[in-house]
Each structure stands twice: as C-alpha cells, then as structure tokens.
C-alpha cells in the first residue's frame, strides 16, 4: 500500500488565491482527518469524516475553510481566499477504528 | 476538559543512555493511547498504542511505553537511546466519536540525542 497521499508536497499562492490540497487515504480506511500544523499552534484538528460523512468540524477556523470527501477513496481541503496566517503544513490521516493514524507527508502552503 | 500533557517541550539525551518522553493525561472512562514520532519535513509515524491488556507496550525502533492508570501516565522510554531517534514525540489519547476514534494531541516534545 502506499500509504496515504497527499498533493501538492508544496503549495506558494498569492494572499486571495484560491487553495485545493487533496488527500488519498488508505484503502479500506474509514476515517479520515485533516491536520494543520504550526509552529505557534502545534496540530489542530480542522475535519474529520467517518465514512465519507463530516464528523466533527468544528475545528475549521472560518467559513473560508471547507472540505469534502465525494468517495472513500478522496478528499478535498480549500481555502477561499487564502491568507498569509493560513500558512502551515497540512496533513491528512486516515484509519479504521482504534487501530491509530497512517499520516500523509503533508502539503506545506505559503500564503504570500 | 480532556486533556493530553507533555510537560517537556524539550529531552536531550546522550546516545547510549536511557531516554523518557513523558505523557500525562486526563480523560473520562478507559483511554486509548498512542505514542507517534515526527522526523523533519516528515508526517507522524505511528510509533505504539495501548488499547487493553498488559501495561507495558513495545513498539517500533525499540520504544516501550507504559501504561499507568493511578497516575494517568503513558511515558515513552528506550533503553539506550540513538542519535536517529532524534525528533518531534507526539502522545495522543483517543475518545470515542461515533464509531471511531479522535484523538488529542499533546503538543509535542523535541527529543535531542546527542553524539
């Protein structure tokens, strides 16, 4: 398996651009979670889906921020517009019930 | 408030010499535990858990932990630390949601292991 996918690795868009990161989550996961990770903030919980339903998102800090998981096998995080403190790296995870998360490496977006 | 504390922002060790990356939490009911390692530029790695059974769990790298339920503890350890197990120690403690698990992070301890 190759894990979780994430795309881009790198993302630098320009303050008011519009940002898509995707995820591939394991096959046969049924959850999936996506991560933002600062330096200020540590990991913050943004969504989580459990069979391609949306869980918990109360972690999403504004209406600029949304998500989707059109299929088990796919998921979308936008930002629309970006900002500069929208800056950070994301990461998707996805696992099946208690066994723990299999993390992807992450889309580090610069907001400039 | 559920809660996962690493009350270590930073560990330096000597390579050779035993390490502990401390954990403590505070949830309601059993808690599901996980310990996950992150490298530079790198995403989490899943690292060990505890679920149930015998309190003391060994993982990947040589990495132990141990639950303490008195103490609400789940410390990471290993005997003879490297300077590759420098990194970024994440513990995390699981809550039931629905039919799955989220988890609660720690803020993460910087372990140094030097030459």
């Given at each position: 398996?190759?894990?979780?996918?994430?795309?881009?690795?790198?993302?630098v868009t320009e303050?008011?651009q519009e940002v898509?990161?995707?995820?591939?989550?394991?096959?046969?996961?049924?959850?999936?979670?996506?991560?933002?990770?600062?330096?200020?903030?540590?990991?913050?919980?943004?969504?989580?889906?459990?069979?391609?339903?949306?869980?918990?998102?109360?972690?999403?800090?504004?209406?600029?921020?949304?998500?989707?998981?059109?299929?088990?096998?796919?998921?979308?995080?936008?930002?629309?517009?970006?900002?500069?403190?929208?800056?950070?790296?994301?990461?998707?995870?996805?696992?099946?019930?208690?066994?723990?998360?299999?993390?992807?490496?992450?889309?580090?977006?610069?907001?400039? | 408030?559920?809660?996962?504390?690493?009350?270590?922002?930073?560990?330096?060790?000597?390579?050779?010499?035993?390490?502990?990356?401390?954990?403590?939490?505070?949830?309601?009911?059993?808690?599901?535990?996980?310990?996950?390692?992150?490298?530079?530029?790198?995403?989490?790695?899943?690292?060990?858990?505890?679920?149930?059974?015998?309190?003391?769990?060994?993982?990947?790298?040589?990495?132990?932990?141990?639950?303490?339920?008195?103490?609400?503890?789940?410390?990471?350890?290993?005997?003879?630390?490297?300077?590759?197990?420098?990194?970024?120690?994440?513990?995390?403690?699981?809550?039931?949601?629905?039919?799955?698990?989220?988890?609660?992070?720690?803020?993460?301890?910087?372990?140094?292991?030097?030459?």
């Open positions: 398996d190759a894990g979780v996918i994430q795309s881009p690795r790198h993302e303050m008011g898509t990161l995707r995820c591939k989550p394991i096959s046969g996961h049924n959850s999936l979670f996506w991560y933002r990770q600062t330096m200020m903030r540590g990991l913050e919980l943004l969504i989580y889906f459990n069979n391609n339903v949306p869980i918990d998102d109360s972690g999403m800090p504004e209406d600029r921020f949304s998500a989707k998981m059109p299929n088990a096998s796919f998921s979308t995080l936008k930002i629309q517009p970006s900002e500069p403190r929208d800056s950070a790296v994301y990461f998707c995870a996805s696992s099946l019930a208690s066994n723990g998360y299999t993390f992807g490496s992450g889309t580090r977006l610069t907001v400039v | 408030a559920q809660s996962v504390a690493q009350p270590e922002d930073q560990v330096n060790v000597a390579e050779g010499n035993p390490l502990t990356v401390k954990c403590t939490y505070s949830v309601s009911g059993n808690p599901y535990l996980f310990w996950y390692v992150q490298y530079p530029n790198r995403g989490l790695q899943f690292l060990l858990k505890y679920i149930t059974g015998d309190n003391l769990v060994k993982g990947s790298y040589g990495f132990e932990a141990e639950f303490n339920k008195s103490q609400t503890s789940f410390h990471l350890k290993k005997p003879s630390a490297l300077v590759s197990d420098s990194a970024l120690y994440f513990c995390a403690v699981a809550l039931r949601a629905g039919n799955n698990r989220k988890l609660i992070w720690g803020l993460g301890t910087s372990l140094a292991v030097n030459p």
